[in-house]
């Protein structure tokens, strides 16, 4: 296969070019200095793009893999321009290339879909109802990808650490050096994800071929952000001391949904089941 990856140097994008490079398939990583995908000419140019950057990748493009997005979720509440232009129009513009090329379309969406308020996880046909411009955004790029035709995949993923960008195991490493004691909320749930994991999963489902969709691909198991930031000071044997708080309490700029656990039973359904979330966090420490 020859694949391109979008966003080669960002948290997922870096741990895809891992992965994947593994394997026997054609890469050609791009970053933002390459290609700007809110760009139609861009956008239509992909192809030269990667011959120039790869020599080698003479064959036709068979899958491109979207890890480019704008993922700063309280900023996106002021800067809508640029979620909106990045996370749906963007996507859109891939989504259309891709159907007239016939090129496989892998990419990835979050949790933030939905509003929260299903007691249960939710699953892949569940109704959206984003609550935040970050949601939104999200949303619009799944939609268009859907409406072009294109043979892709949508991956809903949440709560990535990873080795590269901002996450909040970072966050509690820092605030460990200045604080002393903090507060996490207890009432928003979800699953946190190792973006390793992620990529790993990814690479068998192409292995596979499993059937176009979309697909929660997330750890079986969720908790909550008090939860897991325990699990981090512990794993750590840091001195933090975390205390409890709730979302009224500790205001945002963007609304959370408070349930943002996703059902991954239809991936486990092709034998794709991530680790237990506790388990991938003491790996990705310890391969840190």
């Known amino acids: 296969m020859n694949i391109v990856i979008l966003g080669s140097n960002g948290m997922i ?8 490079s593994k394997g026997t398939h054609t890469l050609t990583g791009l970053t933002l200095d390459d290609i700007d995908i809110t ?3 861009d956008v239509n140019n992909l192809k030269s793009i990667v011959s120039q950057k790869n020599n080698s990748a003479s064959h036709p493009i068979n899958i491109i893999i979207n890890c480019a997005a704008y993922t700063q979720v309280d900023l996106c509440e002021t800067n ?3 979620a909106f232009s990045v996370n749906g129009i963007g996507v859109g513009l891939l989504a259309q290339f891709c159907k007239t090329n016939d090129i496989t ?12 308020e299903k007691t249960e996880p939710y699953i892949e046909t569940d109704q959206t109802n984003p ?3 970050y949601g939104e955004s999200k949303l619009m790029g799944d939609k268009l990808i859907e409406s072009s035709g294109c043979k892709h995949y949508i991956f809903r993923i949440q709560w990535v650490f990873g080795e590269h960008g901002n996450h909040f195991v970072k966050t509690i490493q820092t605030l460990n050096k200045t604080k002393s004691e903090i507060s996490v ?14 990529c790993e999963c990814v690479l068998k489902i192409i292995n596979q071929a499993i059937p176009f969709g979309t697909y929660h691909l997330t750890h079986p198991e969720g908790t909550n952000w008090f939860e897991f930031a325990k699990q981090i000071v512990k794993s750590l044997n840091l001195s933090l001391k975390i205390q409890a708080t709730d979302s009224d309490t500790f205001k945002r700029p963007a609304s959370r949904p408070l349930n943002g656990r996703l059902n991954a039973g239809k991936l486990g359904a092709y034998d794709i089941v991530m680790n237990d979330w506790t388990l991938s966090l003491n790996q990705f420490l310890n391969n840190k």
């Open 13 to 20: 994008g870096t741990d895809m070019m891992d992965v994947l």
């Open 39 to 41: 760009n139609k000419k």
């Open 80 to 82: 809508k321009e640029t």
């Open 105 to 116: 379309l892998i990419h990835f969406s979050t949790d933030y879909i939905f509003d929260g």
């Open 131 to 133: 609550i935040s411009v």
């Open 185 to 198: 909320v207890n009432d928003q749930w979800g699953c946190p994800s190792w973006s390793y994991n992620i």
